[in-house]
Structures are given as structure tokens and as C-alpha cells.
Nanobody, 123 residues
């Protein structure tokens, strides 16, 4: 059974940090790119960052560049999103997703999805 499980969300003040984790199982993890997406109430789900299967290539939404480094640990089937200098507009449910042929932040390229973790940023 394929599983992606996000953790690390919570409530933080603006300017603070959180580290999200995405633990994967049930598929060959190091064959898949992993993406992070977010969806705020009333808004479309948008791609935040993705990392290639090897970890050698990364991509970021312009508004998070320099604040949200993404990394992966293929030995432990986990991807991380370190979120620094959080802003109220970063508040959303954050999802991780796995895609075999993914190299962008387009949702349609991703095959498996987690259930999401809530990030709330107070001003």
C-alpha cells in the first residue's frame, strides 16, 4: 500500500519556522520526485517546491525561494521542507506528493498524495 504521511505542521508566529516531514512507504522512493503543495481556504492548490528523485534538482515557488529549502533522505524515505521566516500568507494545508515523471510544480504530474498537515501563521 502506498502511503505518504506529512507531519510537522502547527501554529507559529510570523517570522518563525517549522519543518515539515513527508514519510513515504509502499513504493520505490528513490525512483520518484517529491513535491510539496499547499491549499488555503477558497484557493487553488499550488505547488510550493519539488525535489528530484536523486535530490540533485529542486524547484521553488517564487514567493518561497530562499525561505523554504527542500531536502530528502532516500535512506529513510523522507522528504523535508524547512519553512523559515513564515508569513501569514503561507498559512495553508500542506501536502506532499510523489511523481514518477515529475519535474515541475504541476499537480497533474503527481501520482500519490498524502492527507496534509495544517500550517497556521499568526501575525
Amino acid at each position: 500500500e502506498v502511503r505518504l504521511e506529512e507531519s510537522g505542521g502547527g501554529l507559529v508566529q510570523a517570522g518563525g519556522s517549522l519543518r515539515l516531514s513527508c514519510a513515504a512507504s509502499g513504493f520505490t522512493f528513490d525512483d520518484y520526485a517529491i513535491g510539496w503543495f499547499r491549499q488555503a481556504p477558497g484557493k487553488v492548490r499550488e505547488g510550493v517546491s519539488c525535489i528530484s528523485s536523486s535530490g540533485g534538482d529542486t524547484l521553488y515557488l517564487d514567493s518561497v525561494k530562499g525561505r523554504f529549502p527542500i531536502s530528502r533522505d532516500n535512506a529513510n524515505n523522507t522528504v523535508y521542507l524547512q519553512m523559515n521566516n513564515l508569513k501569514p500568507e503561507d498559512a495553508a494545508v500542506y501536502y506532499c506528493a510523489a511523481g514518477y515523471y515529475s519535474d515541475s510544480l504541476h499537480r497533474g504530474e503527481y501520482d500519490y498524495w498524502g492527507q496534509g498537515t495544517q500550517v497556521t501563521v499568526s501575525s
